[in-house]
């Protein structure tokens, strides 16, 4: 080492490893626009997951977070989704990563997500898994489901391309009860038998009052009963005894009265037997909002899969899921009841 470079002082060296990686950077972004503007899509994916490496790598999430956002938007806009999808990814990657620094704007990335999981086809294979992978950092920000925003995004997408059951999962955790209700009608007029009107509506009631979502549930049954044109009658007494239950369980909620709750449950036990799952989520409100104390009850494998299912088995905490049993056809219940489970 000479003279020079000893007494050279050590936030000199600093500052040349700096420009050094800022000229890096600006010549990768060079070559990015150049790739972009050729149509080399391959090598621009390349550049943006190299970049992604040294922002992250240096802390500089911002930046990161901006390039990703707009490169995931222009490679949708050339129909190269496989790798738009990539770069969501990674954006998720980088959102975890950043934590969450004060004055951050976490609710920003809901629209922004929702508006590129629309972009993306339903046959981009990684789609599922961002999906799954946004819903889960949702959870760390924005409470113990993710934001219901979010959850609405997503619902519509999938209502769109004619998943309905994806949809349904989705519409539940919306929190809007009355978009719920619309939904649920759709459903049961498209696909459900006259006689299985009710049972539309009372699955999804009981979930919602599974996952602590009292208002939804209030507003959900309020629309379905007032707008369904199949129910007889769009006002209390109804017709069919099982949205007769809906009805007084709502009201029984503000008593919180245990002997009400188990009365009510024996008197429309015969109603309730038509379908086995009613009972897991009868065990959960009774817990929630009566303080029953809970059974000992083997747990057995979940059949709720995939995302929904990691969010709502959270709350069953240990609780039979019957769902895979239930959407099974069987000749008391044909395909509608599928929507139900």
């Not at 700096?18 to 149509?39: F, I």
């Not at 790798?83 to 990674?90: G, H, R, T, Y």
């Not at 349904?168 to 696909?191: M, N, P």
Request: some cysteine; charged content about 25%; proline content about 3%.
């Amino acid at each position: 080492m000479t003279t020079a470079e000893a007494e050279r002082p050590v936030g000199s060296a600093s500052s040349s490893s700096s420009n050094a990686n800022q000229r890096g950077v600006s010549r990768v972004l060079a070559k990015l626009s150049h790739s972009l503007a050729e149509g080399e899509f391959y090598e621009a994916h390349m550049m943006y997951r190299t970049l992604y490496f040294r922002y992250t790598a240096q802390k500089r999430y911002q930046e990161c977070l901006d390039l990703l956002f707009d490169g995931a938007q222009k490679l949708i806009e050339k129909e190269q989704e496989g790798s738009a999808a990539d770069l969501c990814l990674l954006l998720v990657d980088t959102l975890e990563k950043r934590g969450q620094p004060e004055n951050a704007d976490n609710f920003e990335w809901v629209p922004r997500f929702g508006g590129l999981i629309r972009g993306l086809s339903a046959t981009t294979v990684e789609r599922e898994t961002l999906i799954h992978r946004v819903v889960k950092w949702s959870t760390s920000v924005h409470g113990q489901f993710g934001h219901p925003v979010l959850h609405k995004l997503i619902a519509h997408v999938f209502w769109t391309e004619g998943n309905i059951e994806s949809a349904r999962h989705h519409y539940l955790l919306c929190q809007d009860g009355s978009l719920c209700g619309r939904v649920l009608i759709e459903i049961s007029q498209s696909k459900g038998f006259h006689r299985e009107v009710d049972l539309f509506l009372v699955q999804a009631v009981l979930q919602q009052l599974s996952l602590k979502d009292r208002k939804t549930a209030d507003d959900t049954f309020i629309e379905y009963t007032r707008y369904h044109p199949k129910l007889s009658r769009h006002e209390f007494p109804y017709k069919e005894p099982l949205i007769n239950f809906l009805y007084f369980l709502l009201r029984l909620i503000e008593t919180k009265s245990v002997v009400g709750f188990r009365a009510l449950r024996k008197l429309y036990d015969p109603s309730l037997k038509r379908d086995s799952s009613y009972n897991k989520y009868l065990t959960k409100i009774g817990i929630t909002y009566f303080d029953e104390q809970p059974e000992q009850v083997h747990a057995g494998p979940s059949g709720l899969g995939g995302m929904f299912g990691d969010i709502f088995n959270q709350l069953m905490q240990g609780f039979d899921d019957d769902d895979d049993v239930q959407s099974r056809p069987t000749r008391q219940r044909q395909n509608a009841n599928n929507e139900l489970d």
